[in-house]
């Protein structure tokens, strides 16, 4: 099943509509917010995700000890990479997994491509994999002519309709069920369907099973490794991962190099945060452990099972200041969270990865024509970090690359400047005091009813799309005094 969907092959492909090049992220966003379906998709199911993730992790709990062990197994990982990697490889060659090292995306997709050439490949069922998304497995093999079906119903819809994915785990979320039904008749012989859950959910298991049943390859993803035994592990609610990965007679996964968990004790922890702030579940329905091809005696599994560790710009951010992004578990809790992505929606990043964790590893990969503007993209709310169950600190990412990569034209240029100066103010308290009482009176001037509608110089943008309250007469500092005097 050809489907190319790359800059060029639509409105939705990852570039401008009619394939003119990059859209600016302002431009994409905007036309996302004058989208009223797709405002209504996002608040609908992102709000049904936020509610499910409450219900499973309510406030005031213990749930900020689960984060803590979750970021200390995560940092402990990325601190020794070399060390647990090297032991995970050891151990699942000792399985029979066939190992591999893809330092680029190239090198991927030709690993792969080997494997499916040597083994007579044709059909290829593939389970949901952002990694392999990265590389864009999908589209090399079917520049072979091979035939590619995605098994998620989420990445089944995408793929019929041409587009990218829209979020790391709900890839269809901008679709309504009637436009699912539309897209799906192809499934049924051309019929129509209705858009009804159950219906399309059914109708599409029963195409999938002749498309699993008749598959040379499975190809899937990898949550995790553990180190301690040489297994890995895939997450479903749909159990397309376990079909995929036990069906054909050859396997190939695919994971992050840094994808990877020092023991068995602690995958559960791991476990809890990925599925608690992914989906609000206790568990997901389905969690796969594998251990290498089928053995005498076993009745199923793959005759040939291949592992490719994909390292594609993560080795460069070892032991630097962006390190921290290695943590992530691709649960998908920062978008989910993120006002940003509420009204832009994913295909506005223009990137595999969007949201709060994509405006960060997509520049630092370098996967986006549109990724230096990423960072700037975001209010820095820290809703984020606050719903990131590894506790990864993406605000302060974000601001590292802004430095970085500043905004550009004028207000990109001043910013550096802008902010020396008012860390000047700030460090002295008599020209802190002379420059808030400016502001003030600059502000209130322009106000209307206690609220600035058009904010002088840089803060006209701002105030495009919201008013300002005009700061109060008495600052906290002196009502503090007052305070302080009172109790005196």
């Given at each position: 099943?050809?489907?190319?969907?790359?800059p060029g092959?639509?409105?939705?492909?990852?570039?401008r509509?009619?394939?003119?090049?990059?859209?600016?992220?302002?431009?994409?966003?905007?036309?996302?917010?004058?989208?009223?379906?797709?405002?209504?998709?996002?608040?609908?199911?992102?709000?049904?995700?936020?509610?499910?993730?409450?219900r499973?992790?309510?406030?005031?709990?213990?749930?900020?000890?689960?984060?803590?062990?979750?970021?200390?197994?995560?940092?402990?990982?990325?601190?020794?990479?070399?060390?647990?990697?090297?032991?995970?490889?050891?151990?699942?060659?000792?399985?029979?997994?066939?190992?591999?090292?893809?330092?680029?995306?190239?090198?991927?997709?030709?690993?792969v491509?080997?494997?499916?050439?040597?083994q007579?490949v044709?059909?290829?069922?593939?389970?949901?994999?952002?990694?392999s998304?990265?590389?864009?497995?999908?589209?090399a093999l079917?520049?072979?002519?091979i035939?590619?079906?995605?098994?998620?119903?989420?990445?089944?819809?995408?793929?019929?309709?041409?587009?990218?994915?829209?979020?790391?785990?709900?890839p269809?979320?901008?679709?309504?069920?009637a436009r699912?039904?539309?897209?799906?008749?192809?499934?049924?012989?051309?019929?129509?369907?209705?858009?009804?859950?159950?219906?399309?959910m059914?109708?599409?298991?029963?195409?999938?099973?002749?498309?699993?049943?008749?598959?040379?390859l499975?190809?899937?993803?990898?949550?995790f490794?553990?180190?301690?035994?040489?297994?890995?592990?895939?997450?479903?609610?749909?159990?397309?991962?376990?079909c995929?990965?036990?069906?054909?007679?050859?396997?190939?996964?695919?994971?992050?190099?840094?994808?990877?968990?020092?023991?068995?004790a602690?995958?559960?922890?791991?476990?809890?945060?990925?599925?608690?702030?992914?989906?609000?579940?206790?568990?997901?329905?389905?969690?796969?452990?594998?251990?290498?091809?089928?053995?005498?005696?076993?009745?199923h599994g793959?005759?040939?099972?291949?592992?490719?560790?994909?390292?594609?710009?993560?080795?460069?951010?070892?032991?630097?200041?962006?390190?921290?992004?290695?943590?992530?578990?691709?649960?998908?809790?920062?978008?989910?969270?993120?006002?940003?992505?509420?009204?832009?929606?994913?295909?506005?990043?223009?990137?595999?990865?969007?949201?709060?964790?994509?405006?960060?590893?997509?520049?630092?990969?370098?996967?986006?024509?549109?990724?230096?503007?990423?960072?700037h993209?975001?209010?820095?709310?820290?809703?984020?970090?606050?719903?990131?169950?590894?506790?990864?600190?993406?605000?302060?990412?974000?601001?590292?690359?802004?430095?970085?990569?500043?905004?550009?034209?004028?207000?990109?240029?001043?910013?550096?400047?802008?902010?020396r100066?008012?860390?000047?103010?700030?460090?002295?308290?008599?020209?802190?005091?002379?420059?808030?009482?400016?502001?003030?009176?600059?502000?209130?001037?322009?106000?209307?009813?206690?609220?600035?509608?058009?904010?002088?110089?840089?803060?006209?943008?701002?105030?495009?799309n919201r008013?300002?309250?005009?700061?109060?007469?008495?600052?906290?500092?002196?009502?503090?005094?007052?305070?302080?005097?009172?109790?005196?």
């Amino acid at each position: 099943m050809k489907a190319p969907r790359r800059p060029g092959t639509g409105a939705d492909a990852r570039g401008r509509p009619g394939g003119d090049g990059p859209e600016p992220f302002e431009a994409a966003a905007a036309r996302a917010l004058a989208d009223p379906t797709l405002q209504g998709r996002l608040r609908d199911v992102l709000g049904r995700l936020q509610r499910s993730r409450r219900r499973m992790i309510p406030p005031h709990t213990a749930t900020d000890d689960v984060r803590e062990r979750a970021r200390l197994i995560r940092a402990e990982v990325i601190a020794h990479l070399d060390r647990y990697l090297g032991d995970f490889v050891d151990k699942a060659e000792a399985h029979g997994i066939r190992v591999h090292l893809a330092r680029t995306a190239a090198d991927a997709r030709r690993i792969v491509l080997e494997i499916a050439r040597r083994q007579g490949v044709r059909r290829v069922v593939k389970g949901k994999s952002m990694v392999s998304e990265e590389c864009e497995i999908r589209e090399a093999l079917e520049a072979e002519g091979i035939e590619v079906t995605e098994t998620d119903l989420g990445e089944l819809l995408v793929q019929l309709a041409r587009q990218p994915p829209s979020h790391l785990i709900a890839p269809a979320i901008h679709m309504t069920h009637a436009r699912m039904a539309e897209v799906l008749a192809p499934t049924a012989d051309g019929a129509a369907l209705p858009p009804d859950p159950k219906v399309l959910m059914t109708a599409s298991r029963r195409w999938l099973r002749r498309r699993f049943l008749q598959a040379d390859l499975g190809l899937t993803g990898a949550n995790f490794g553990v180190a301690e035994t040489g297994g890995f592990f895939i997450v479903t609610n749909e159990g397309n991962g376990r079909c995929c990965g036990t069906l054909p007679r050859v396997h190939v996964a695919m994971m992050g190099i840094e994808r990877v968990l020092p023991t068995w004790a602690s995958v559960p922890t791991i476990l809890q945060s990925l599925v608690r702030s992914a989906t609000g579940q206790r568990l997901s329905v389905y969690v796969s452990v594998f251990h290498g091809p089928r053995r005498p005696g076993e009745l199923h599994g793959p005759d040939d099972q291949h592992l490719i560790l994909v390292d594609n710009g993560r080795s460069g951010l070892l032991g630097g200041e962006f390190a921290e992004a290695l943590h992530c578990i691709r649960c998908g809790a920062c978008l989910n969270a993120c006002p940003i992505y509420e009204r832009a929606g994913g295909h506005a990043y223009q990137a595999v990865y969007g949201g709060p964790i994509g405006k960060v590893v997509t520049p630092l990969y370098g996967r986006s024509p549109i990724a230096e503007e990423l960072p700037h993209a975001s209010s820095l709310c820290g809703a984020c970090r606050e719903a990131c169950p590894v506790k990864i600190d993406i605000p302060a990412l974000l601001i590292r690359l802004r430095h970085q990569h500043p905004l550009p034209g004028p207000m990109g240029r001043a910013e550096p400047s802008l902010v020396r100066l008012a860390g000047g103010a700030m460090a002295r308290p008599r020209l802190y005091r002379w420059a808030t009482r400016l502001a003030r009176w600059t502000l209130a001037r322009r106000a209307l009813a206690g609220w600035v509608q058009r904010g002088p110089g840089p803060l006209a943008d701002w105030t495009r799309n919201r008013d300002l309250p005009v700061p109060d007469r008495r600052p906290f500092r002196d009502r503090w005094r007052e305070r302080r005097r009172g109790r005196s």
